[in-house]
Structures are given as structure tokens and as C-alpha cells.
């Protein structure tokens, strides 16, 4: 039964650039968070996606966007990259009913020069 | 904005001993409750999940949950150095809504 998966592990880019990173969730999963984590920090979330739809926001600036595919599967697309940007990106999945626990895929350390 | 507090730490114990690790949030509508473990560089791993009051125990781990206090805590028993990680405590709320703590960092001293 394959876990979250994430791709790709890492990843540099420079100021201005956009990125795309992409997640497939566990087996049985229909929902997808994704979250920034900043060194030393706990994850912030971004923003979930469930039934291919923007269903929550994090405080995360129009600059973030996202996609889910009917396989459930799920980009990350970030514009104008900052320095600030610098971060482990995590993917979470889970199910719809609101009280299991998400379940992180390795994540995308993503690099701003 | 619902909030998740943890001390930072890092807490100290030494090899053998009780590491408890405490969280506080802030909404009473929360719902469900977890810990997750972070090594250096990896990506959180669900250790522990409770839901109602009480305790809850897994191998050496033991989650505590206080709904009245607004409190979750998590011990450790027989603490091993393989232990030393950051600790994320996460509060859960209808349809997928997760809030997470900072994390605590333990250390566990051969």
C-alpha cells in the first residue's frame, strides 16, 4: 500500500521563478493539504483541495495556487519565488471525514537563490 | 485564528527516563488530537491519535487528553536516544481543518 508520495525531493530555483511540485495521497485518500515548513518552525498550512476544488485557505498570498486531478493527485504552483520561499513543502493526505489524521508524504525541500 | 501552543524546548531527559511533552490550544470545537514525531530533515510521522478524555496507550507512548483544560500531552516511557526528534502536536476541526503546534525538541542523553 504506497504512502504520500512527493515529487521532486528537491529542488533550486532563483528569485522570480515558478514552481511546481506535485503529491499523489495514500491509497484511499481523497483529500490533500499542503503545508510550508520553515527551518525550525511547525508546518503552516496552505491551502486543501477534495473533490478537485480549493475547499480551505491558509494566510498564504494569491502567489500559491493549486490543482487536484480526479485521481485525486495534487500540484503546487508557486509564482514570482522569493528568497522567504525557501522551505520544506509537505503533503498531506486524508479523508474526508474530518477526524482522521493526515498522513505526510517525504516532502519537497525547495531552495531560493 | 485557532491556536496550538507547545514549548519549544529543547527538553533534556536522560536515556531510560519519562519525556512529557505538553500541548495547549485554544478552540473548544476541537475534535481530534495527534502527535507526530519529526526527525532532522523528514517529514512528520504519525505516532499517536486520541479523541476523547482520558489516556491513550501505544507500546511506550501514552496520549493524555484534557477537553476541559484544553490539553494534550504525550509521555514517553524508557525514553531511547533513537527518541530524539521534534514533537508536533496537531488539534483537528470538521472537514479536514488541522492546526499545528511549533514542534518541542527532545533530546534523550545516552
Known amino acids: 500500500d504506497a504512502g504520500v508520495t512527493q515529487s521532486p525531493t528537491h529542488l533550486i530555483k532563483t528569485r522570480g521563478q515558478q514552481v511546481t511540485l506535485r503529491c499523489s495521497p495514500k491509497?484511499?485518500?481523497?483529500?490533500v493539504s499542503w503545508y510550508q515548513q520553515a527551518l525550525g518552525q511547525g508546518p503552516q498550512f496552505i491551502f486543501q483541495?477534495?473533490?478537485?476544488?480549493?475547499?480551505q485557505r491558509g494566510n498564504f498570498p494569491d502567489r500559491f495556487s493549486g490543482h487536484q486531478f480526479p485521481n485525486y493527485s495534487s500540484e503546487l504552483n508557486v509564482n514570482a519565488l522569493l528568497l522567504g520561499d525557501s522551505a520544506l513543502y509537505l503533503c498531506?493526505?486524508?479523508?474526508?471525514?474530518?477526524?482522521?489524521?493526515?498522513?505526510f508524504g517525504d516532502g519537497t525541500r525547495l531552495s531560493i537563490l | 485564528q485557532k491556536e496550538v501552543e507547545q514549548n519549544s524546548g529543547p527538553l533534556s531527559v536522560p536515556e531510560g527516563a519519562i519525556a512529557s511533552l505538553n500541548c495547549t490550544y485554544s478552540?473548544?470545537?476541537?475534535?481530534?488530537f495527534f502527535w507526530y514525531r519529526q526527525y532532522s530533515g523528514k517529514s512528520p510521522e504519525l505516532i499517536m491519535s486520541?479523541?476523547?478524555?482520558g489516556d491513550k496507550e501505544d507500546g511506550r507512548f501514552t496520549a493524555q487528553l484534557n477537553k476541559a483544560s484544553q490539553y494534550v500531552s504525550l509521555l514517553i516511557r524508557d525514553s531511547q536516544p533513537s527518541d530524539s526528534a521534534t514533537y508536533l502536536c496537531?488539534?483537528?476541526?470538521?472537514?479536514?481543518?488541522?492546526?499545528f503546534g511549533s514542534g518541542t525538541k527532545l533530546n534523550v542523553k545516552p
Open positions: 496537531a488539534v483537528g476541526y470538521n472537514f479536514n481543518k488541522f492546526y
Open positions: 478552540d473548544r470545537g476541537s475534535q481530534s
Open positions: 483541495y477534495y473533490e478537485e476544488e480549493e475547499r
Open positions: 486520541i479523541y476523547s478524555n
Open positions: 491509497s484511499g485518500h481523497d483529500t
Open positions: 498531506a493526505s486524508s479523508m474526508k471525514t474530518g477526524v482522521e489524521p493526515q498522513h
